[in-house]
Nanobody, 121 residues
Framework: QVQLVESGGGLVQAGDSLRLSCAVS????????MGWFRQATGKEREFVAN???????SYADSVKGRFIISRDNTKNTVYLQMNNLKPEDTAVYFC???????????????WGQGTQVTVSS
């Protein structure tokens, strides 16, 4: 059974930083791309960043230069370092694991339960 557990969300002020973590079990983590997505209230879920099985990364334009995705295959964990946070970054953040091995991104098969990030102005 594949499980993803996010942590690290919280309430911060604009300009602050947060680091989200997503621990994965039940899958050979190093073989799979991982992604971060977010969903603000009343909006559709949107792509934030992903990291391929080999370490290549891509970002949404809205977070490029502020967020950094990374992975630690020894800990089966993917991270999202979020810097210079803005109120528009407020959302529930989800991590996801790709459906097939050895890809640079999605489609994604399993999802975490989400962690709330709230940025006050």
């Amino acid at each position: 059974q594949v499980q993803l557990v996010e942590s690290g969300g919280g309430l911060v002020q604009a300009g602050d930083s947060l680091r989200l973590s997503c621990a994965v079990s039940g899958r050979t983590f190093s073989n799979y791309a991982m992604g971060w997505f977010r969903q603000a209230t009343g909006k559709e879920r949107e792509f934030v960043a992903n990291i391929g099985w080999s370490g290549g990364t891509s970002y949404a334009d809205s977070v490029k230069g502020r967020f950094i995705i990374s992975r630690d295959n020894t800990k089966n964990t993917v991270y999202l370092q979020m810097n210079n946070l803005k109120p528009e970054d407020t959302a529930v953040y989800f991590c996801a694991v790709a459906r097939t091995i050895w890809t640079s991104g999605g489609p994604y098969e399993y999802w975490g339960q989400g962690t709330q990030v709230t940025v006050s102005s």
